[in-house]
DNA sequence: CATGTGATCGTTACCGGTTACGTTTATATG
DNA sequence: CATATAAACGTAACCGGTAACGATCACATG
């Protein structure tokens, strides 16, 4: 039978160490004035009461918690690569993570959540915070860190290399001889969508090849929205020799309805993603694709916000992580092409 | 140019719209007493100066801050898993969640830094706890549930039925004709090993086929611990037919061992896991195991806590999840049995 | 007209720590 | 011996809200 009783706060301590709360305080956070033999007064009655101090009235008081915040709306892979991105940066550092996530807009994908928590959670629990994949805008009186932020943002973020890589995605596929390459655009008002879909016109346009609209389909980054604009790209009479999609989960989707329209990947229909998760190398076939490193961009974030926090962060505050082209199994000459050969 | 200055406070509120601090609190509450004109008021100057409550003065006040607490060590897939099933629970309830993860530990496996977070979180920040994975046991004076507890555990729990996951993983492979069958336990201090490898002996014994302590390898559920134990089983003159891993991650590496021996799967040795994480299903081969829904071991967790927090939970504080057999690729008759055929 | 009643709103103590400041005591210095 | 100095420790204000309590006022009632 262990207590159920109320919580052991500091004046507890205090009363059984015979001293007042200010020098158990003192003692606690190891500050300087306080004789050797109370220091081990308090410490006995702490640990024979099992003391730990209140995170919140710690940092209601304080201006600094040594906490830093996440904000995220789901838990995706992604967002656990992130993490322990974020994890691995803050090790031996002594920073703690809290990471928020509000149970009303879970999965609805509204906007405006990451306001409400930053400004409930910055300049009081945490000394800043971080925001994965947000759908808006933030303002914060605590430093803030974007991961993926959206196309107008001027908060400090960390983002993949997102142009040079759909660049890449394309020269690969251009690479392979292919003319016709059709585009599943992830959400407009994100920057990463953005910058993937001017990599993908910006490579066409250097190889001398017109952006034909009826090319690119537009989903939002939520897999099934890939669905609809793969059908129909699929389907046309003249249909494209290769998909670029711009992330993974919606390439997978592009190689199901290849799969259910007869089309083999990769003799006729080659498909690169974007994002390199981890389901991209157990698809059949394995997808090829452009890695951004979750793992990193949470790492860097970590890193960037620690530095704004402390103040030591140089200018421009804005990072861009490098992508990598992965070559599997989803991508090959297209048909004519391996036929001449 | 935003503003940078310091946050605006419920003070701040109340002087622009004219009235007291109470009264800002009774509108932001929605606390009866107030005049419709004074509503008016209070909202707009909200609006104007764009405030919310700061989480960290609040649920220093209050006893109820309808903020559930988690504590995890790491974010491994099945975290994720366990914070969807989380999440979803509390979809819809108002009722936020605060995942704390503490960056000394990371990766560690240290021990008694869940009690640390939970005694700092509970009582002030949160309503109550969920701890998952508990390397050690824990006491709190808000409520707590344990996800997969440390064996000598009291604290309300939700878990999986190991013992019967375990029996039905055995009698399949019994069920298909293997006598010798190996085991690799998890870490021996949690519930959920210990379950399991009562499990196995069990339906050995049932089947009465005698214990082989020489069948039993002893890893701890992370991945590398089994490869020891692996070669050490596939290596002896005697090698089992099949083998048992108490986790998937175990299982997965039972596979590369024999790969690496030159062993086929499942022709010359049947794998079964347990878990169903999602890289099970696609390993190669797919990997036959035991699925427990991480997705449901949080969600009702999630639905527990809750309960105990309203006062509303009904005894025992035990929650067991059925399990079930996922047949995949991994398991088949011994080469014996099926050249018999 | 005196008093009762209820709605509205301000005052103030408090949550559990932190810290500026003041007080006491011991020791050093003139 | 009087005074300066510093170490050790307590007192009390404060962080940003919440809620018990009291005060004020309009209106109804005897």
Known sequence: MT?????????????????????????????????????????????????????????????????????????????????KGVMEALS????????????????ARSTGWEQRHVTRLAGTLTDGCIIVTPWSNVRSTAPVVAIDPVRDSTVPSVTADNFTGAVTAVDHLLGLGHKRIGFIAGRSTLAAAWAREEGYRDALTKAGIPIDPALIGSGDFHPETAIGPARELLNSPNRPSAIFAASDGMALKVLEVAQELGLDVPDDLSVIGFDNVPEAALANPALTTIDQSMHRLGFEAARLLQALVNGSAQEPHHVLIPTRLIVRDSTAPPREQAADR
């Open 92 to 107: 031996g550092t002594g920073i703690d993570l809290i990471i928020y996530a509000n149970s009303d807009t879970y999965g």
């Open 3 to 83: 207590d159920v009783s109320a919580p052991v706060r500091m004046s507890d301590v205090a009363r059984v160490a015979g001293v007042s709360n200010a020098t158990v305080s003192r003692v606690v956070n190891g500050h300087y004035g306080v004789s050797a033999s109370t220091v081990e007064k308090v410490r006995a009655a702490i640990d024979e009461l099992g003391y730990e101090s209140s995170l919140v009235a710690t940092s209601l008081r304080r201006s600094r918690t040594n906490v830093l915040g996440l904000v995220t709306h789901s838990f995706e892979s992604y967002t656990a690569e992130v993490l």
